[in-house]
């Protein structure tokens, strides 16, 4: 069966991200507001009834000088990633998108490879054999996902170089996410590690309250965002990007963004934004301050969240990224540390691939971001 491909409007593409138990919250008609460094499109692809069976959004950045385009799908297009015949819904995509002006594709295919459950890497950590999650015996395969690796391959797409943290896509190539499905929050909370159960016992005790705030709280958490960048040393975003995230997320669904505060005798100590797209939940963004850690806000504030996520009847609780590092020496090890007490699974994706459509600009942007 062909496929015909076209650009869509925002109705049709929300339309068909609901019919599906969940997509990525980057692949929302929205998403392309939050994102106003970019122009943005929404294709479609419809069988020979017409009816549309996959979609994508597209994020176009124009480089300097030159009206050329890098198209991007962050986690996406949503398409049937599994089909033996892959080329029938890329080869259209690649031909409309340099019909737009793009000079070379990236995408990331929403797929898992394969999971690696807490134990697993706990005992991996304490037997001090493996450096990385990679060369830790998985519980969990998907053997259709190398399939559609060398299909890709076979098609000319190239995976994106990885920087050996995890960290060398544009989105995080290894996550951490707890299974809610079949599972009640009693069940939830036994999976926690005893020090994750003991802090969230700990903050009841001491009084910390989790409030859900809305658009006029955003510059509270801003502040703790604010400390949390000056502590862990990177960029932060200004207010303004949390604002058009809120406006534009929650103008779409109101549940699609959520923000979440918390305090201890009114002092506000941390906080969390939390997106939903269908039965898939992320913890997007967090930040803290160091006065009064010992109330422990932060195991809070998640457990709280996972909550209100379950109330939801969501599948799935994201926390996102992780490195894949083991070593306890490294920076990033903590980031595996302080989410794996959550019990969950650890997942790694395809990771992000590219198609350059002009090979010498192509190579040019290659040059450009290696030497940032």
Known sequence: MSLRLRTISREEHLAFIRTLPSASHMQVPSWGDVKAEWRSESIGWFDDRGTVVGAGLVLYRQIPKVKRYLAYLPE????????????RWLQPMLDHLKGQGAFTVKMGPPVIIRRWQAETIK????????????????????????????????????????????FGDVQP??????????????????????????????????????????????????????ETAERDHFIPRPLSYFQRQWKALTSEDPNRMRLYLAYHEGD????????????????????????????????AIQWRMLRDAYALGATVYDLRGI?????????????????????????????????????????????YMNRR
């Not at 190539?173 to 929050?185: D, E, G, K, M, T």
């Not at 100590?269 to 269908?278: E, F, N, P, Q, R």
């Not at 959550?342 to 790694?348: I, L, Y």
């Open 323 to 367: 490195s894949d590092t083991l070593d306890e020496d490294d920076h990033l090890f903590g980031l595996i540390r302080f989410k794996v007490g959550t019990g969950g699974q650890a997942a790694e994706y395809l990771g992000e691939w590219d198609f350059p459509l002009n090979k010498l600009l192509h190579k040019a942007l290659d040059m």
């Open 173 to 226: 190539r290894y996550v951490y996410q707890v299974p809610l499905a079949n599972r009640s929050p009693e069940d939830i909370l036994k999976g926690f590690n005893q020090l994750w159960r003991r802090n969230i016992k700990k903050a009841e005790k001491a009084g910390v309250e989790i409030v859900q705030g809305g658009y006029d709280d955003l510059p509270v958490f801003h502040q703790l965002y604010l």
């Open 123 to 166: 005992s991996a950590i304490a037997g001090k054999e493996a450096k990385r999650l990679r060369d830790v015996e998985a519980d969990w395969y998907e053997p259709r996902a190398i399939d559609t690796a060398d299909r890709l391959r076979r098609l000319g797409w190239q995976q994106g170089e990885d920087a050996g943290a995890g």
């Open 76 to 87: 996406g297009p949503v398409i049937d990633w599994f089909d033996p015949n892959l080329e």
């Open 268 to 299: 506000a100590l941390a906080g969390t934004t939390m997106i939903t797209v269908g039965g898939h939940v992320w913890y997007s963004y967090g930040a803290s301050t160091v006065h009064k850690r010992e109330v422990q806000p932060n195991n």
